[in-house]
C-alpha cells in the first residue's frame, strides 16, 4: 500500500474513534490519537531504508506493534511526567505532586502512559492491516514466518486515491458533525 492508501486507512479506521471521543468531551485525545498516528505508522516502512533489513519483515509484525507500543507508552509517561513538572514549577515555583490525580486529569500518568501504548501499538496494527490488503505480511516474526494476505485491493492506482479520498470526506464528515 502506497502513502496515500496508508493515510486513508488511517482516517477511516480513525474517524468513528474520533466520533466517541467528542462525543465524551476528549477533544484533547483526539489531537494526541490524530497526531501519533499519523507520525507513528509511517515509521514501520522505515525498514526499506535500512540496509540488510528486509521489507515486511519482523518491523511488520504483531511482535514490532508491542514493541513500539511500550517504547511509546513509556515515553509519554516520560514526557509527560517531565511535562508537568516543568510546567508547574514554572507557573507556581514548585512542581506539583501528581500522584492521586483523576483519571481524567492530565496528570494521571499511568493513564497517559496507556493512551501512548494504544496510539503506538495501534499505528503499527493499521499498518498491518493496510498493508495486508493489498500484498502479504507475515505478522507472527519472528516467531512463525507464516504469510497472511486478503490481497482486496491493488497496491498502486486508484484504489489508493479512492481509500484517501474515502478518509478525507469521514473527516470532513466529522468536522461538520462535530460543529453542528
Not at 32 to 47: A, N, Q
Not at 82 to 93: A, C, D, E, R
Not at 123 to 144: C, I, K, M, Q, Y
Amino acid at each position: 500500500m502506497d502513502r496515500h492508501g496508508h493515510v486513508g486507512l488511517n482516517l477511516l479506521v480513525f474517524t468513528p474513534i474520533a466520533y466517541y471521543l467528542i462525543r465524551s468531551n476528549r477533544v484533547a485525545l483526539v489531537v494526541f490519537g490524530l497526531l501519533g498516528l499519523l507520525m507513528v505508522e509511517p515509521l514501520v516502512d522505515l525498514d526499506r531504508l535500512i540496509p540488510g533489513v528486509e521489507h515486511r519483515g519482523t518491523s511488520h509484525s504483531l511482535f514490532a506493534a508491542l514493541v513500539v507500543g511500550v517504547v511509546c507508552g513509556v515515553s509519554v509517561y516520560v514526557f509527560s511526567g517531565y511535562l508537568i513538572t516543568s510546567l508547574t514549577k514554572v507557573t507556581f515555583g514548585q512542581p506539583v505532586i501528581v500522584s492521586g490525580s483523576t483519571e481524567q486529569s492530565p496528570f494521571n500518568l499511568t493513564r497517559n502512559a496507556q493512551i501512548g501504548f494504544v496510539i503506538g501499538s495501534g499505528s503499527v496494527l493499521l499498518h498491518l492491516l493496510g498493508d495486508s490488503l493489498t500484498a502479504s505480511v507475515r505478522p507472527l516474526l519472528p516467531f512463525a514466518r507464516s504469510q497472511h494476505s486478503f490481497d482486496l485491493i491493488s497496491p498502486q492506482g486508484w484504489s489508493q486515491f479512492v481509500l484517501f479520498a474515502g478518509g478525507l470526506l469521514a473527516c470532513g464528515g466529522l468536522i461538520v458533525v462535530a460543529l453542528a
